[in-house]
């Protein structure tokens, strides 16, 4: 998920999060629908928030469902969370650093997290398709998504503002495939809801994600 | 929407939405996935909150796609707005008082709620069938929906205790149809998204609320 202007320090009010934290809310509700399932964690799943806003872009927040703790599903409280992520001294190069536990702070940028996610590292990041999504969706559109994204998927969102052409370049560049989820266009964490339902029906949800029935 | 310990007074603060509000927080993002789409707000649809809640229930809470104002994403900004209908004395019977434009206010249980949103008042409410979302899924899944829902459908969802037994049978007894939207539960607000996905992309979407594509 790219925030084109979230805030990259720990300097704006909890109540202002719409507005001086440049978006951190609609960020907070993407990791509670990559997240959050029916009492339970999605522990198969991780979300990588990548921070483009002043003052000190690039970042990125990888959020592991199998390792996070504390995580509630209000967006005051999620920010609260991740935010204490933005206050560490990062290390050049990309190297990650754990804020709290299963929140992970670097400095990449939406290359560089493409690349980690393809990297082999199945602990961690999936190293199958990336999928862009898209409502222009050049590819295809939700039925076609589970057999288009394959097995461990990365899918890629952009906020209000969409990514811009070096961006869609990156992904280009990578093989990612372009599907939209319909005829609306979405908010990024109503979008992340629709490709989890798109593939729990498909099932590839695994066992432990499964909830009440 | 029921929520089924979400304050009925304007006595809580808006930085403890998950804690002392009683969920309120669930409530303003079942209130933006249901209304939001990007750019746009969905016209055609409204969302009733079923509050039931200490210390004045049961009160209910209607938002107007076609109708509200000043509305934002956000959870704190959505329930600022909103909590004020909690304010106002409400007349006995069931009538309803406009607490900002487009949001309504009465003293509606879901019995009667339900009763409103079945009568001939197609300004402002459904008159089609109903649909219990619930994991159950008694009359099939997420494939059905669109088809069994037909045009002008209410559906109705509980919070993460569910609904109990009484409402269970006031339910049943205006013949709603019990589906579920995959193998996995999910949160109250992610239903919401699900359901307007299915609908969208089986063509029930009006022009009016298309966005980007």
Same mark, same amino acid.
């Given at each position: 998920?790219?925030? /084109?202007?979230a805030r990259t320090a720990r300097d704006f009010p909890l109540d202002d999060l719409a507005g001086g934290a440049g978006r951190w809310d609609l960020l907070a509700r993407c990791v509670q629908s990559?997240?959050?399932? /029916?009492?339970?964690?999605?522990?198969?799943?991780?979300?990588?928030?990548?921070?483009?806003?002043?003052?000190?872009?690039?970042?990125?927040?990888?959020? !592991?469902?199998?390792?996070?703790?504390?995580?509630?599903?209000?967006?005051?409280?999620?920010?609260?969370?991740? !935010?204490?992520?933005?206050?560490?001294?990062?290390?050049?190069?990309?190297?990650?650093?754990?804020?709290?536990?299963?929140?992970?702070?670097?400095?990449?940028?939406?290359?560089?997290?493409?690349?980690?996610?393809?990297?082999?590292?199945?602990?961690?990041? #999936?190293?199958?398709?990336?999928?862009?999504?898209?409502?222009?969706?050049?590819?295809?559109?939700? %039925?076609?998504?589970?057999?288009?994204?394959?097995?461990?998927?990365?899918?890629?969102?952009?906020? %209000?503002?969409?990514?811009?052409?070096?961006?869609?370049?990156?992904?280009?560049?990578?093989?990612?495939?372009?599907?939209?989820?319909?005829?609306? !266009?979405?908010?990024?964490?109503?979008?992340?809801?629709?490709?989890?339902?798109?593939?729990?029906?498909?099932?590839?949800?695994?066992? #432990?994600?499964?909830?009440?029935?």
């Amino acid at each position: 998920m790219v925030g /084109s202007r979230a805030r990259t320090a720990r300097d704006f009010p909890l109540d202002d999060l719409a507005g001086g934290a440049g978006r951190w809310d609609l960020l907070a509700r993407c990791v509670q629908s990559a997240l959050f399932v /029916s009492h339970d964690l999605r522990r198969d799943t991780e979300l990588v928030l990548v921070l483009l806003g002043p003052p000190s872009p690039p970042k990125s927040v990888r959020v !592991s469902g199998a390792l996070v703790q504390r995580l509630n599903p209000d967006e005051r409280s999620t920010v609260a969370l991740l !935010s204490r992520a933005l206050e560490l001294p990062l290390p050049p190069g990309g190297s990650e650093v754990e804020s709290s536990p299963g929140v992970f702070v670097s400095r990449r940028d939406l290359s560089a997290t493409l690349d980690a996610a393809g990297a082999s590292d199945p602990g961690a990041h #999936g190293d199958g398709r990336m999928v862009l999504l898209d409502e222009s969706g050049r590819h295809g559109g939700p %039925d076609r998504l589970p057999e288009a994204a394959g097995p461990d998927p990365t899918f890629v969102i952009g906020d %209000d503002r969409g990514l811009g052409e070096g961006q869609m370049d990156a992904l280009r560049a990578r093989g990612a495939v372009e599907l939209s989820l319909g005829p609306v !266009s979405l908010h990024a964490d109503h979008c992340i809801v629709v490709v989890h339902n798109l593939l729990d029906r498909a099932g590839a949800a695994p066992p #432990g994600a499964v909830g009440g029935r």
